[in-house]
């Protein structure tokens, strides 16, 4: 279908004082932000795990020591897709369209409609944090308390009881963060970077981050958070969160969320000889997800 001169009727008549509804201001990348961005070359890539090695045994004197292996761990496929929609308008509506302003917005409108698409996919795995239909390169959704090791044994990236964000379901989660360990048990330094939240919590996640004293107390006490120096990156305010209590923090493990860009997101524009028509269209092709849960820890609210 092309937009035509029946399409916007109201733009072939003089007397139009101005033109509204599409023309907004974007909010900054936000995905860039809180997963970790790299380039494929492929069709698809892989992230392949693998363990290390496990705590030293005692040797007795004479014998021979204990050799270790490692082992093969969870593979993650990232398996890249296009995305792409475009508009095409008669050469006649493009004629007699009085108003340039309406003409000149609708490959803006399309790249916005792009960059939202690319911000909603990857927002979404947050989104489906908690859905078993989800699931990562252990076979588990991103937060859980049973994500396998690949030599036996669980571990947890959310905490045991759903809690809403306050200052001790935070400190509840860094609690959880420092006593994380690898596949083979060894304890794994790993430290909180960033929080991420929905809009509706960014008045909590200010107090709680930036005061100086601990948050809503009368206590003349240090804001631990702060001086423990957690969240050198602050908190991030995701606009494409559905879940209205639902709230992560991102760690400095490699390989937590990854976004890999086969192609960038582009705009071209042509004419069909055939119908005059002009098209414009654009695309973009990526894939992403995660591949080590230790890079995500969180909780779904307790709502």
Request: aromatic letters at 8%; glycine letters at 6%; proline letters at 4%.
């Given at each position: 279908m092309s937009?035509?001169t029946?399409?916007n ?8 004082l101005d033109l509204?509804?599409k ?8 995905y860039s932000q809180?997963?970790e961005?790299?380039q494929s070359?492929?069709?698809f890539?892989e992230?392949?795990?693998i363990t290390?090695?496990?705590l ?6 004479g014998?021979?020591l204990?050799?270790d292996?490692?082992a ?8 890249n897709v296009?995305?792409a ?8 509506e493009?004629?007699?369209?009085l108003?340039?302003?309406?003409s000149?917005?609708?490959m803006?409108?399309?790249a916005r409609s792009?960059?939202?698409t ?11 944090a908690?859905?078993?239909s989800?699931?990562?390169a ?10 396998p ?7 947890a990236?959310?905490l045991s009881?759903p809690?809403d964000l306050?200052?001790a379901s935070?400190e509840?989660?860094?609690i959880?963060i ?8 060894l304890k794994a330094?790993i ?13 909590t996640a200010?107090?709680i ?12 006490a240090?804001n ?13 305010v995701s606009?494409?969160?559905?879940d209205t209590?639902?709230?992560f ?6 390989y937590?969320?990854v976004?890999?860009?086969r192609?960038?997101a582009?705009i071209?524009?042509d004419?069909?000889?055939m119908t005059?028509?002009?098209?414009v269209t ?7 997800g995660?591949v080590d849960?230790?890079?995500v820890?969180g909780s779904?609210?307790?709502?």
């Amino acid at each position: 279908m092309s937009i035509n001169t029946t399409t916007n009727p109201k733009l072939l008549w003089p007397g139009q004082l101005d033109l509204w509804g599409k023309f907004y201001n974007q909010h900054a990348p936000e995905y860039s932000q809180f997963m970790e961005v790299k380039q494929s070359t492929q069709a698809f890539e892989e992230l392949q795990g693998i363990t290390g090695f496990g705590l030293m045994p005692v040797k007795t004197e004479g014998a021979a020591l204990i050799l270790d292996n490692e082992a093969q761990g969870f593979n993650k496929r990232f398996t890249n897709v296009t995305y792409a929609m475009g508009y095409a308008v008669t050469k006649e509506e493009i004629a007699d369209n009085l108003y340039e302003k309406a003409s000149s917005s609708r490959m803006p409108a399309l790249a916005r409609s792009m960059k939202q698409t690319i911000e909603t996919v990857n927002a979404n795995h947050l989104n489906r944090a908690t859905d078993s239909s989800y699931t990562g390169a252990d076979g588990v959704e991103l937060l859980s308390l049973v994500h396998p090791n690949v030599n036996g044994g669980t571990y947890a990236n959310e905490l045991s009881t759903p809690a809403d964000l306050s200052e001790a379901s935070l400190e509840d989660i860094c609690i959880l963060i420092d006593q994380a360990e690898d596949d083979r048990g060894l304890k794994a330094l790993i430290r909180p970077e960033q929080l991420i939240i929905h809009p509706n919590d960014r008045f909590t996640a200010t107090r709680i981050l930036k005061s100086t004293l601990q948050n809503d107390t009368a206590n003349n006490a240090t804001n631990a958070l702060q001086a423990e120096g957690f969240f050198s990156k602050g908190y991030l305010v995701s606009h494409f969160l559905t879940d209205t209590d639902a709230w992560f923090v991102t760690t400095d493990c490699p390989y937590g969320l990854v976004h890999l860009e086969r192609q960038a997101a582009n705009i071209e524009q042509d004419n069909d000889h055939m119908t005059k028509n002009l098209i414009v269209t654009g695309d973009c092709r990526f894939s992403s997800g995660w591949v080590d849960p230790r890079g995500v820890y969180g909780s779904e609210g307790a709502a």
